[in-house]
């Protein structure tokens, strides 16, 4: 099974999580691409929390950023878990937008992250 890593902060990644599912507490904003691409290979798919869209889509156009590199990438509701916190957004959170990539791979709005992450890491173990 693919592994499963919680960071509160995607300045948290290391290069043990490369091929990983993440789910981070951090919004979906630009900067957040720059780190989940940081490490090599990238995550094999990440979370993060929405911070309630924004303007121009600010808190989550790093689900584009991250299709363009070939990472699933979704956004949970920041009314269903708290930001900052990324076992709240894997036990609560609700996925609020998804791009290409994780649509394909079976990820919807509206699903919950938990059965999200679980899909992926079954779905597409390395193993």
Not at 45 to 71: M, P, S, T, Y
Not at 87 to 96: A, C, E, F, K, Y
Not at 97 to 113: C, E, K, M, P
Request: net charge negative.
């Amino acid at each position: 099974m693919r592994a499963l890593y919680l960071i509160d902060s995607i300045t948290e990644i290391t290069p043990a999580m490369s091929g990983a599912v993440v789910v981070s507490g951090s919004h979906g904003g630009r900067s957040v691409g720059c780190y989940a691409l940081g490490i090599t290979p990238p995550p094999f798919a990440v979370f993060f929390n929405d911070a309630g869209i924004g303007k121009d889509r600010a808190g989550i156009v790093a689900i584009d950023h991250l299709e363009q590199a070939g990472v699933i990438c979704a956004t949970y509701g920041h009314e269903s878990a708290r930001i900052g916190e990324a076992r709240d957004g894997l036990d609560n959170g609700i996925v609020t937008a998804a791009n290409a990539l994780a649509r394909a791979s079976g990820t919807w709005q509206g699903q919950g992250v938990a059965d999200a992450v679980a899909q992926l890491r079954r779905r597409h173990s390395p193993d």
